[in-house]
């Protein structure tokens, strides 16, 4: 089992930039894919991007170019890295571990509590 807690959301000006962490506990951090996702009031939890054990990376098309996702396995901990941070990014940003690459929420097994994310226009 893998617990998972996001920090780093915050308040930012349009064109600022964040960095979001996820600190998993558990021994197995490296065997699990690890996605971003995010849900902005009144509409669905999305995609963002997912890197896998190896680091391959998939980008949802709206932050591909701004968005960087990384991990350390050795600190068991996964990253994501916003640029150029826009006002539709505004969202609550969670992480979240999967046995495979997926893109679907659906098949994602452990979920962190979110973080808040406010972009000011």
């Known amino acids: 089992q893998v617990q998972l807690v996001e920090s780093g959301g915050g308040l930012v000006q349009a064109g600022g930039s964040l960095r979001l962490s996820c600190a998993a506990s558990?021994?197995?951090?490296?065997?699990?894919?690890m996605g971003w996702f995010r849900q902005a009031p009144g509409k669905e939890r999305e995609f963002v991007a997912v890197?896998?054990?190896?680091?391959?990376?998939v980008y949802a098309d709206s932050v591909k170019g701004r968005f960087t996702i990384s991990r350390d396995n050795a600190k068991n901990t996964l990253y994501l890295q916003m640029n150029s941070l826009k006002a539709e990014d505004t969202a609550r940003y969670y992480c979240?571990?999967?046995?495979?690459?997926?893109?679907?929420?659906?098949?994602?097994?452990?979920w962190g509590q979110g973080t808040q994310v406010t972009v000011s226009s």
């Open positions: 979240a571990a999967s046995y495979t690459i997926t893109q679907a929420s659906g098949g994602y097994n452990y």
């Open positions: 558990g021994r197995t951090f490296s065997r699990y894919a």
């Open positions: 890197i896998s054990w190896s680091g391959s990376t």
